[in-house]
């Protein structure tokens, strides 16, 4: 069975809604999908089992976690939707994000750019808002020619609407995956841009707090790199988790269901459920 768990519908910030994205999963041949939108689990709420017939639904969701001060992504897999952890996870941390969106707004208008703070807000109640968002904004009102122009001139790093969020802690956010019976996963680690020290002392920590698996592949990454992975999981006892990371369809490199396979001599984390 092909296994995808890790994806994202429009109840964050990918570009399909939860039906559409399942059944794009199915008609590639997915077996087992996990949606894992940020900070959100509403994806499930519009899904029935006429939708998902002929596929393995796993509950996930992706939380965003700050360890030794830098932002780290947190899959929560096989989770409870509907328990206490989870309402909680996703009520601090949409909260977290709407009052980041609205600062950003805020700087963007001393800017000269608009007021975009009545759209955000909007947004904000809809929907898990990030960056992405703003940036699809900062388009619509001829601001920037792409999204990817807007992050290069207004939301990337160093820019005046790169502004950092007050995440839970890691252990907080393993915690709540935890809580929900779930299995905890660090997702796409290459992503990080960490020494392999540094990386070592990421899985250590995780562990302590009762992480359960590394996201050895992600996407259509550099074999070499799954390699990597995998070793470390076997030398630290984590399990090991497979995902595109897919949001919208035009990028190839996150399709769904087209990652590589997991390494040999790798255990997959849902053999542990």
């Not at 909680?88 to 703070?117: N, P, W, Y």
Request: hydrophobic share 40%.
């Amino acid at each position: 069975m092909l296994f995808d768990l890790h994806c994202h519908s429009t109840a964050s910030d990918g570009k399909l809604a939860p039906a559409a994205l399942v059944q794009r999963a199915r008609d590639r041949g997915v077996g087992a999908l996990a949606i894992t939108d940020h900070d959100s689990v509403a994806a499930y709420t519009e899904l029935s089992e006429t939708t998902t017939r002929g596929l393995r639904l796993i509950p996930g969701i992706e939380l965003s976690a700050l360890w030794r001060g830098q932002t780290i992504h947190v899959v929560g897999l096989n989770i409870g939707l509907h328990t206490g952890a989870i309402e909680e996870a996703v009520s601090l941390q949409r909260a977290a994000r709407q009052r980041r969106a609205l600062v950003i707004a805020q700087r963007l208008a001393r800017k000269g750019l608009g007021d975009l703070s009545p759209a955000v807000a909007e947004l904000g109640e809809r929907i898990s808002i990030g960056r992405p968002h703003i940036a699809e904004l900062l388009v619509e009102r001829g601001q920037a020619r792409s999204t990817d122009d807007a992050f290069r001139k207004h939301l990337g790093t160093g820019r005046i609407g790169d502004i950092k969020n007050e995440w839970a802690s890691l252990q907080q956010v393993v915690a709540w995956i935890r809580e929900a019976g779930g299995s905890a996963v660090i997702a796409h680690p290459e992503k990080y841009q960490l020494t392999r020290t540094r990386l070592r002392d990421l899985v250590s920590d995780f562990r302590a707090v009762g992480g359960t698996a590394l996201e050895v592949v992600s996407g259509r990454q550099q074999t070499q790199e799954s390699r990597q992975l995998a070793k470390l999981c076997a030398e630290t006892g984590l399990a090991a988790s497979t995902g595109s990371d897919f949001h919208q369809p035009e990028q190839f490199w996150a399709e769904l269901g087209s990652q590589p396979a997991l390494p040999e001599g790798c255990e997959p984390v849902w053999e542990r459920w």
